[in-house]
Every structure is written in structure tokens, then in C-alpha cells.
């Protein structure tokens, strides 16, 4: 006797596919950039240039990952309703992509993200909906999705393991393959933030998976909880929303994977700004707050390696642009507003670029 199993019709999540697919294979890889340093430290630095992306930020790559992971797991059909709770990056590409499938979309942030990132995520036809404090968005995306028959993408579950991290053109591939042909082809390190910890264990894994001697260190602001957690991982390490969007959470979240990290860096939060300024005077490259948390790690490990006599090369993301802040970040009523003075920590990088030697001032937190 035959039996008639009913299969529910895969024919709109084929097209789906197809459509992320093809905006995929559209686009050209980000640029890696040479940033110019003293030529007799030795060492070479590069700037992975994610602001290039469609959607303008490193988020594009999640969210198009986080999307083929919900098609394939059969978690978005036809009709489904996006939910994300996110600081404002994250919602933005997932905004663009559920715009490209013709599904909606809804972003849980706080009211301080920035208005430009609020902008983006509407301009893509997305919703965003205000909580107050950052605690909130995980319960309160949650039950939009339960009570809208939704899906919540929960990026800081699902980031880790919607990449594949052996390869299939993931951002580490990529970074080694733009690298073949310089005179340090395989870095001593690569410095990333951490916000979901996604990109931090797609790179980590990369490198053990393919047994590369580079090193992975992840820079963290103030009172963020992974830095905590990386140093005991059995921990139930807590901290506070952080000033820098896009990195830094109050709590450990699921895909921050400490031990494929070598090593972490505490950052003052003015140092990220001092540094995301510096950057633009320095390198002619405008990039946003969590760029500069990447920079002020690398600068200190570059100085580490000038004060060995190591020479080799230093690889980091700029994660976005810094036109996305122009009314925070760049904005010195702002900052001050926030208790924020970078103008010594700037200081402290022009030093550290005319001598090579490291000195933050009193106001770095242990790393």
C-alpha cells in the first residue's frame, strides 16, 4: 500500500535561496587595505574594509548567513515575520534581506542607537521597536516573534554556527587569500571585536582547522562581560550595556566562544574613540567607534612586536563607516555628554606612532 506523506511546498524557499544567492554572487569581496607604517618596525598592517558592503557594515556577512540558516532549518517560509533584537548594524542588513525576500521585518533596540542606523533599518523597510534598557531586547524580541507567529533570528545564539567556519568563503578565507601574495602572507595576528562572538569563532576555528600559526585576539570595551568570561570561562560573567555599538555585551552571550580566543584586550571606551578619530587623520579612512576598539588593540600588539624586534603582519576589520555616527561619535557635545574625552588618548597613538612604544596613560584597563 502506498503512503501519501504530505511535504509542505519547498518552492518559495528555493526561490529565497536563489535570491540571497544571486545578491551574493553579485558582489565583489571587500577591500583589504595596506596602512602605511614606519618602514623600519617591520611590520605590515592590513584593514579588512567591511563598510563596503551593500548594507554598509561586517553585519551584512551574518545576516546573510543567518538567513540561509533559517531557510534551510525550514524557520522562514513565505509570509514570516523577522524579528532581531540588535544595537542597530545587525538589524540594518537583516532589514535589507528580508526586504529582498518581501517578508517583514521588526529591530528591538534601545533609544539610544543612532539615528542613522534607525535611517537605514527604515529606509529597508523595516520596523524598529524602542526598549530602554539593553537587558530587554532578547524577552521583548521573543515574544514579537510569538505573538506576530514570527521568527526571532537571535543572532547571539545562531551567529556561531550559521558560518561554516573550514571555509566556503568566510571572512577568514577571504582575509588569507587577499594575503597570498604580501610578504607576510599568514599574519601573527588578527584582532576582532566581539558583539555576538560570531566572527571571533568563524576565525578562531579557521585557524585551528587549518593549523595556521596566527594568532586571534579580541579586543572588548569597558565593563563589557566577554572579557571576564575569557579569562574564566566557567564563569557566569555580567558587566554593563556598553558606549561602543555593535561590540561589548552585559552578559556572556551563546556564541562567544572563549577558547579559540588567544588572547583579549580590555579597551577605554575614549581610547576606541581616540583611535577611530586617529584613524581618519592618519590613514585617510573614516570608520565607526568599534574600528577604533579594533585599532587600539592593534597598536598595542604591534608595539609589542616593534619592542621584540618581530617583524610580520597585523590584520583588522573596519567594521563600518564612520558616517553612521555623525551625530554621537563624531559629535564632541556628544561626547562630553557621555563622559567621553578622547583628546588624551589621541595623545598617546600620535606618541606611539612617531617612537613605536606603547604608553595609554593611567586610564587603560589591564588587558
Known sequence: MNISIPVPSRVWTDEALSRIEAENNRSADTHLYAVALPEH???????????TH??????????????????????????????EA?????????????????????AVMTRTTSPEKIALIEQFGGVCHFVEHASEVYATAGKLAADSGGHYMDQFTYAERATDWRGNNNIAESIFEQLSLERHPVPEWIVVGAGTGGTSATIGRYLRYHRHATRLAVVDP??????????????????????IEGI???????????????HMIQVPDAGSVAAM?????????HAGPSTGTNLWGVWQLIA??????????????????????ACTYDDDGWLAAHGLDPAPHERSLETFLSTGQWNPGPQQPTG
Open 86 to 106: 540588535s544595537s542597530g548594524s545587525t538589524a540594518v542588513s537583516e532589514a535589507y534581506f528580508a526586504q529582498l525576500l518581501g517578508l517583514p521585518f521588526t
Open 248 to 262: 561589548g555585551r552585559p552578559r556572556r552571550e551563546p556564541s562567544f566562544i572563549p577558547e579559540v580566543i588567544d
Open 222 to 243: 569597558e565593563n563589557s562581560a566577554f572579557y571576564p568570561a575569557w579569562k574564566d570561562p566557567r564563569s557566569a560573567a555580567s558587566g554593563l550595556p556598553s558606549r
Open 277 to 285: 578619530r586617529h584613524l581618519k587623520q592618519f590613514a585617510g579612512l
Open 54 to 83: 551593500r548594507t554598509g557594515s561586517l553585519k551584512h556577512r551574518l545576516a546573510r548567513s543567518l538567513f540561509l540558516f533559517g531557510l534551510v532549518n525550514g524557520w522562514i517560509r513565505e509570509g514570516t515575520t523577522i524579528v
Open 41 to 51: 618596525w617591520g611590520v605590515d598592517l592590513f584593514l579588512k574594509d567591511e563598510s
Open 304 to 325: 609589542g612586536m616593534v619592542a621584540e624586534g618581530r617583524t610580520g603582519s597585523v590584520v583588522s576589520l573596519m567594521c563600518d563607516a564612520g558616517d553612521r555616527y
